[in-house]
């Protein structure tokens, strides 16, 4: 498992990117676990279950459709990105300004 220290670093490293408006991880459960601090607690808390859902959604077709493991998607809206990294014990979501 990734060190709270390794969280802040990705962090920090993702927040710097052009674009980027917010990071969170999450766990598979879709309960917060960080987060950049720019976002509010109930934006934290609505995109990690809403998204947890989703990647669960999104596993099940990946294995119905025996393409392997889910690793990552995007969902490209007209506002912007999320990006979505599924690991084994937490998500990491990525809120991104379309380029």
Do not use: W
Not at 15 to 35: A, F, K, Q, W, Y
Not at 73 to 82: K, M
Request: charged share 20%.
């Amino acid at each position: 498992m990734i060190s709270q220290k390794q969280f802040e670093e990705t962090l920090k490293s993702l927040e710097s990117h052009p674009g980027v408006r917010g990071v969170i991880i999450t766990s598979n459960d879709g309960l917060p676990i960080s987060s950049t601090q720019n976002l509010s607690m109930e934006m934290r808390e609505n995109v990690s279950a809403l998204v947890a859902s989703l990647v669960g959604r999104a596993k099940a077709v990946v294995t119905e459709l025996n393409e392997g493991e889910l690793n990552f998607f995007t969902l490209d809206t007209s506002n912007g990105e999320i990006l979505v990294a599924p690991e084994n014990d937490y998500v990491l979501i990525v809120l991104r300004e379309k380029s």
